[in-house]
């Protein structure tokens, strides 16, 4: 089962480590994101403007955090950007690129429609209600979420734009599958799985926002990162 792992994972040395990272960038911001961290208030930490900037590196390279920083806190900005607030969903869509990490060749390959295909089959061949049906379910609808938003130009160059509107409609569907599912087994996760389901454009915008760092091929180049620096730093002031 797809689930929020980022928050369960986090630990003190990790947000130590993100304070240090902030302070490279201003003094003042690491001290009251120390005392907030003193406090217990975690989430002023992970959602301070200048987490958001430690972590992008400052126009550089990403800061050396843990994975689970570094896509968690660009994709819960993206999503307080476009006015959704709910932290938990935030930590779903963030633990998407953290559970496809060690993907199967066979799962990173299968694009197109044959892909969409062969998941669905793969999900309703299980028997009717089973937790196997539900676990591979949201497994299929992250699975589509991720390709979605992390590597939108692949699906485009086989299908066009539509590629990602079927693929973000697969994945909706087999998230609902999953809320139907786990709310019959009485799980507290069937909500947050709706809410996804119902969210997928909003979730796929805030995996490409993050993603830009880290995937693509001018991700890693100085070049790259000084334009997608220059390029935030312009909407910052425009705004």
């Known amino acids: 089962m797809i689930q929020p792992i980022v928050h369960r994972s986090l630990r003190r040395e990790d947000l130590t480590r993100l304070v240090d990272a902030i302070r490279w960038g201003s003094a003042g911001a690491a001290r009251s994101a120390a005392q907030a961290l003193e406090a217990g208030v975690v989430h002023d930490v992970l959602d301070a403007p200048e987490a958001l900037e430690a972590v992008r590196g400052y126009g550089g390279a990403p800061a050396p955090l843990p ?107 087999m998230l609902w ?16 799985y709706g809410r996804a389901a119902e969210r997928m454009e909003l979730l796929c915008h805030a995996l490409r926002t993050a993603a830009a760092d880290y995937l693509g091929p001018d991700a890693h180049t100085s070049e790259g990162r000084l334009s997608r620096y220059l390029e935030r730093l312009g909407e910052a002031l425009a705004n």
Do not use: N
Request: charged share 20%; hydrophobic share 45%.
């Open 67 to 173: 994975l689970t920083l570094l896509w968690y806190i660009p994709v819960r900005a993206a999503l307080r950007e476009r006015g959704e607030h709910d932290i938990p969903l935030a930590d779903f869509t963030a633990s998407i690129p953290l559970a496809f990490l060690r993907t199967t060749a066979s799962e990173v390959t299968r694009g197109g429609e044959r892909g969409i295909a062969a998941w669905w089959r793969a999900v309703v061949g299980l028997p009717e209600g089973s937790r196997a049906r539900a676990e591979r379910a949201s497994r299929c609808g992250a699975l589509a979420l991720w390709w979605s938003g992390c590597f939108p130009q692949h699906l485009e160059r086989r299908g066009g734009k539509g590629m990602i509107r079927a693929y973000l409609t697969f994945g909706a569907t």
């Open 177 to 192: 599958e999953t809320a139907r599912l786990v709310e019959a087994q009485c799980s507290p996760l069937a909500a947050l």
